[in-house]
């Protein structure tokens, strides 16, 4: 399997975190709003879906961000 040029890292990153952060985080949110119901795939994929559209460029925007503020809190290494 050929892999994707560096340059697509920027997006790569973001959209494999996004991905698995907003499948676990709404799973978690459905869970404990509903329960364990018959129609809980459908709810949590309904959640993660809407979840995962939101968060994507949320990540785009804020990863940058999260990166200025973590490199003025944390020493550079030695």
Known sequence: MSKL???????????VLSFIMTNV??????????GLVPDFLHL??????????????VVLIALP???????A???PPV
């Open 25 to 34: 985080v709404s799973g978690v949110a459905t869970w404990r709003a509903v």
């Open 44 to 57: 949590w994929m309904t959640s993660w879906g809407l979840s995962w559209a939101v968060a994507f460029p």
């Open 65 to 71: 961000l999260s990166r200025r503020i973590v490199a």
């Open 5 to 15: 040029p560096t340059r697509f890292n920027a997006i790569a990153l973001p959209l």
């Open 73 to 75: 809190l944390v020493a």
